[in-house]
T-cell receptor, first 115, second 113 residues
Framework: GAVVSQHPSRVICKSGTSVKIECRSL??????MFWYRQFPKQSLMLMAT?????????EQGVEKDKFLINHASLTLSTLTVTSAHPEDSSFYIC???????????FGPGTRLLVL | RKEVEQDPGPFNVPEGATVAFNCTYS??????FFWYRQDCRKEPKLLMS???SGNEDGRFTAQLNRASQYISLLIRDSKLSDSATYLC??????????????FGTGTRLTIIP
């Protein structure tokens, strides 16, 4: 299957700092990338969908000014958690698909801990 | 009501046993259905798609009942390596026109030697 990478795999930061997470499709061009968040013992929740070259669409309840998404190329999307707080600590997972209805391939996830 | 509901388990079954998971979904307009597997602290991985006609992949059989909005997964001759959390996933079209995956909370399975 297709390969999607995320960096960093784990990050610990102080409250109030911003954290950038990268999601890369390594062997295919991803027209659509998705960002999910998973709190312990809960399901993955879609945060936003981004199409290359256009603004991301955010799910209800997700603050677009706090979670900045950039999808500037067909192989890279970034999620920036601005002014992170302890309640933002979670497992952030991206996925990528070649076309809107194609299979989503998931990255390995990024564990964020905000102290 | 949750969009996708699963029994969280845990299911602790002996090696070699058959185990069945169930899932219900609330959006009748849902278009595609999947079972994913998620190991501890890892990303989910697609196990199989689910069709109304039922489909089988080795020891795994999945079934969809659109009328009842019910999805099932059957694992036969369970192996120790089957221990994981099994996620029921439903694809719908979002308000923005994108295809969207909605995940259940998962059913945790532990196979006992």
């Amino acid at each position: 299957g297709a390969v999607v990478s995320q960096h960093p795999s784990r990050v610990i930061c102080k409250s109030g700092t911003s954290v950038k997470i990268e999601c890369r499709s390594l062997d295919f061009q991803a027209t659509t990338m998705f960002w999910y968040r998973q709190f312990p013992k809960q399901s993955l929740m879609l945060m936003a969908t981004s199409n290359e070259g256009s603004k991301a669409t955010y799910e209800q309840g997700v603050e677009k000014d706090k979670f900045l998404i950039n999808h500037a190329s067909l192989t890279l999307s970034t999620l920036t958690v601005t002014s992170a707080h302890p309640e933002d600590s979670s497992f952030y997972i991206c996925s990528a698909s070649a076309f809107a209805r194609e299979t989503q391939y998931f990255g390995p996830g990024t564990r964020l801990l905000v102290l | 009501r949750k969009e996708v509901e699963q029994d969280p388990g845990p299911f602790n079954v002996p090696e070699g046993a058959t185990v069945a998971f169930n899932c219900t979904y609330s959006n009748s307009a849902s278009q595609s259905f999947f079972w994913y597997r998620q190991d501890c602290r890892k990303e989910p991985k697609l196990l199989m798609s689910v069709y109304s006609s039922g489909n089988e992949d080795g020891r795994f059989t999945a079934q969809l009942n659109r009328a009842s909005q019910y999805i099932s997964l059957l694992i036969r001759d369970s192996k120790l390596s089957d221990s994981a959390t099994y996620l029921c996933v439903v694809e719908t079209r979002s308000n923005f026109g994108n295809e969207k995956l909605t995940f259940g909370t998962g059913t945790r399975l532990t196979i006992i030697p």
